[in-house]
């Protein structure tokens, strides 16, 4: 078996345990138990059990992780390169951040209520990554053979997922409330946690990625220089890098904004999310410009 | 706020058509190829400026009024900034007891000692402090994180600066693009450019003389598997000298690493073929003899070119298809299969009469105007084959040769950005980053002349660390005997 092929069974490995995670996750959202904690002695504090569905869920999330990583490091040997010169790649590396960045906020909070917004994302892109996207493992294009591919590509896909737990917890708080404003007995909103705690986790992720963004978009330019001899020349890529900057920056915007509710921030945020999978899926594959040569 | 949030989800908004309709400053052609494929609806987007759209009225509007939203607010936030740097922390509130993390303590130490040893902890921690004794007690307000607002005004000043340099690149600025064939080379004037647009301030006089010699080209081309015929390797060596009369000097030149004369840089960005004719009269006068540039069509290179030869007695033009590799295709005819010159073969038309050359219109020296011209004749070539002509004479395919696409630029205002996106960045973290938070002490004798503390902090960005901060302080106060 080559390497290449390794990997594309490390790939459909982590796709197994990812489905396995996602309806472990999705449990928290039917789970009942809790527990009443006497901690400090003024009030008492209810604070969810995590179910071993959850725990699982976890076990199983950290295991794709592993398998992803694995992916990607054997598809790279396979290349002898970094493994960022195709949309399959990215889609790849863009899942394994998304859920690193999950996992390792996981280890200090407590992510559960967000937990299915991200890996469901994550499942789907590397679904996707592995039937519609799927390329040969090969050495890269001319225009790509570059060291900036590492800097650019890299913070790109760093940010990317910061971007899609925001947008998971995102959803999460959009839900639960939604769900709370409908009056809705379900048991699990007892515990589910309140807004601004889901606003302020989304805050800190957002500002963490829109500074690796800001960083992306700049060496970008400084690499689109050195090829194509301007640092800014509206590709669409570039447009939409600059669409999702803005978005991203009117977020953080709105969120010191007087009288916006944490809701309409989040939508914001949510839009930015969309214009990042646009600028992946839709100008990859719709649009023709200097970027295109990224192959499905 | 409101309004910079308006503003920059319209220029979000209004940046989306410039990426979905083709644009004139990435190439006219693709937008001649829509006004022609859809002429109804693309009248009405060209008014509206759909195909310009950075350059359009709309959308520098908006970016301008981001620019003036931008402008008043970080002159304000400057002035407030530079007047709370020389001020002191705001005075200790009336009521501490409200505000977050509140602490009281008693102890046996003085008054006076509390104070000198907290403000010798804010000291050592970098706080900005403010002691005001008074008669009911004294008070101490600190603060810290001013590189805050700083770093968010440095971020927001770095954006008009980044709008200045793109403003100076776009008006000094130029940018061109070279062909060049293998065997031949140019100086860098105007007429050398097959494509150029420059700045309004742009003067012709400021291109630096450099000359440019193709010596040699060569691209290697992937063979096995899917990404068959994807480009692997591109190589140009050249020689050339920074101006007339200077030594020539041999440089290789590839993707992703441009040749650079007096802040002009030179980019190879495309290639083609260049197939080698030579064309006698039936009295064996050579007409016409070198290599014609075909641009290509496609990923396999299929390539399209005209010769024109004026000269002879009367007017000759050939019309030809090149195929790097060619293959004859049942139902598609002839096609190229792969990029490089694995078979090679020339398909000819030959036309006689008016070639509309001396009518002192321009002309496309890519396309053949046939109107006024007579067909001859159609044949495939392969390298070294002759094609005979009663009317014409011989058409000899000589074999192939390369041709290079360089985009020549200059954007003077490129380091100005470079460093305001980089001042802006750094302007972000610190702004995103550093938490602005204050701590304010009250010192007080009770009646059993044992000392109070009463401590609160505030930090509107809800600074995890600032209870640890008091915590730690706190300490400090308690040693004291």
Redesign the interface.
């Given at each position: 078996m080559t390497l290449a092929q390794t990997s594309l069974l490390l790939v459909y490995a982590s796709l197994i345990a990812l489905a396995i995670a996602m309806i472990a996750f999705a449990t928290v959202y039917a789970n009942t138990r809790t527990k009443v904690l006497v901690g400090s002695a003024t009030k008492p504090q209810s604070q969810p059990v995590r179910s071993r569905a959850v725990n699982i869920g976890y076990s199983v999330s950290w295991l794709a992780l592993a398998l992803l990583g694995a992916a990607l490091v054997t598809r790279g040997l396979a290349v002898m390169r970094a493994p960022w010169g195709n949309m399959y790649e990215f889609a790849l590396s863009g899942a394994f951040a998304g859920l690193a960045a999950f996992l390792v906020l996981s280890l200090k909070r407590n992510p559960d209520w967000l937990a299915v917004w991200v890996v469901v994302p994550v499942f789907a892109l590397v679904g996707l990554a592995v039937t519609v996207l799927y390329?040969?493992a090969?050495?890269l294009?001319?225009?790509l053979?570059?060291a900036?591919l590492i800097v650019h590509v890299s913070a790109a896909i760093v940010a990317f997922g910061a971007f899609t737990v925001a947008a998971g917890a995102s959803i999460a708080c959009l839900v639960i409330e939604w769900m709370r404003k409908r009056a809705s007995d379900a048991p699990w909103l007892a515990t589910a946690p309140t807004e601004s705690v889901l606003d302020?986790f989304t805050y800190r992720l957002t500002?963490f990625g829109?500074?690796i963004w800001?960083?992306a978009v700049?060496a970008g330019?400084?690499w689109a220089?050195?090829?194509?001899?301007?640092?800014?020349?509206?590709?669409?890529k570039e447009?939409?890098a600059?669409?999702s900057w803005?978005?991203y920056?009117?977020y953080?915007?709105?969120r010191?904004?007087?009288g916006w509710r944490p809701n309409r921030t989040m939508i914001?945020g949510l839009v930015g999310y969309a214009?990042l999978l646009f600028n992946f899926f839709g100008?990859n594959i719709l649009?023709p410009?200097l970027h295109s040569y990224a192959?499905i | 706020?409101?309004t910079?949030?308006i503003l920059?989800?319209l220029?979000?908004l209004a940046?989306?058509p410039?990426?979905?309709f083709p644009?004139r400053?990435?190439g006219v052609s693709a937008v001649n190829q829509y006004l022609e494929d859809n002429p109804n609806l693309g009248r009405v987007l060209d008014a509206l400026g759909m195909f310009d759209?950075?350059g359009s009225i709309w959308f520098t509007a908006i970016y301008l009024l981001l620019l003036i939203s931008v402008i008043g607010c970080v002159v304000p936030r400057l002035r407030a900034h530079l007047d709370s740097l020389r001020s002191a922390p705001p005075p200790v509130p009336a009521d501490l007891s409200r505000l977050a993390d509140y602490q009281q303590l008693t102890t046996k130490a003085s008054a006076a000692d509390v104070v000198t040893t907290a403000e010798a902890w804010f000291r050592k921690h970098h706080w900005r402090l403010a002691t005001k004794a008074a008669k009911s007690g004294t008070g101490l307000s600190a603060e810290k994180g001013y590189a805050r607002e700083t770093g968010n005004l440095l971020f927001h000043a770095s954006l008009i600066v980044i709008v200045v340099g793109?403003a100076v690149g776009a008006l000094w600025g130029y940018?061109g693009q070279v062909l060049v064939r293998e065997g031949t080379g140019f100086s860098n004037t105007l007429v050398a450019y097959d494509e150029f647009s420059a700045g309004r301030l742009f003067d012709a006089k400021n291109l630096p003389p450099f000359g440019f010699e193709l010596e040699d080209f060569e691209a290697e081309f992937?063979r096995e598997?899917?990404?068959k015929g994807?480009?692997?390797?591109?190589t140009a060596s050249a020689l050339t000298r920074s101006e007339p009369g200077a030594n020539w000097q041999r440089e290789t030149l590839?993707?992703?690493?441009?040749l650079e004369f007096s802040g002009t840089?030179i980019?190879l960005?495309g290639h083609g073929y260049a197939p080698v004719l030579t064309v006698t009269d039936p009295a064996g006068h050579v007409q016409f003899s070198d290599s014609v540039i075909f641009l290509p069509r496609d990923g396999n290179f299929t390539s399209i070119g005209v010769v024109k030869i004026p000269d002879a007695p009367q007017q000759v033009g050939l019309e030809g298809i090149f195929l790097p590799s060619a293959v004859v295709d049942e139902e598609r005819g002839p096609i190229s299969v792969f990029p490089a010159p694995d078979s090679p073969a020339l398909f000819l038309v030959a036309w006689q009469g008016d070639l509309g050359v001396d009518s002192g219109e321009p002309q496309n020296v890519y396309q053949l105007r046939t109107e006024d011209m007579k067909r001859l004749g159609v044949t495939s070539l392969l390298p070294g084959d002759v094609w005979s002509l009663p009317q014409l004479g011989h058409v000899r395919f000589e074999g192939v040769d390369r041709f290079i696409s360089l985009?020549?630029?200059h954007?003077p205002g490129?380091q100005l950005?470079?460093v305001a996106?980089?001042a802006?960045?750094i302007g972000?973290?610190f702004g995103?980053?550093v938490p602005r938070r204050r701590i304010w002490l009250k010192v007080t004798n009770d009646t059993q002349k044992k000392t109070v503390v009463e401590v609160a902090g505030l930090s509107r960005q809800?600074y995890a660390g600032l209870s640890s901060d008091i915590a730690e302080m706190l300490g400090e106060v308690r040693r004291v005997k």
């Open positions: 390329t040969e090969g050495p294009v001319p225009a053979n570059s900036w302020r500002a829109f500074p800001t960083f700049i330019a400084i220089e050195n090829a194509w001899g301007r640092y800014w020349g509206w590709d669409p447009t939409w600059l669409i803005v978005a920056a009117a953080l915007h709105a010191v904004t007087a914001i214009t100008v649009i410009g192959g | 706020m409101r910079a949030l920059l989800l220029l979000a940046a989306i410039g990426s979905l644009q400053s990435a759209v950075f793109v940018r992937e598997g899917t990404q994807s480009p692997r390797q591109f590839e993707v992703n690493h441009p840089k980019f960005t985009q020549i630029a954007e490129r950005v470079l996106s980089i802006a960045l972000l973290l995103l980053f809800g």
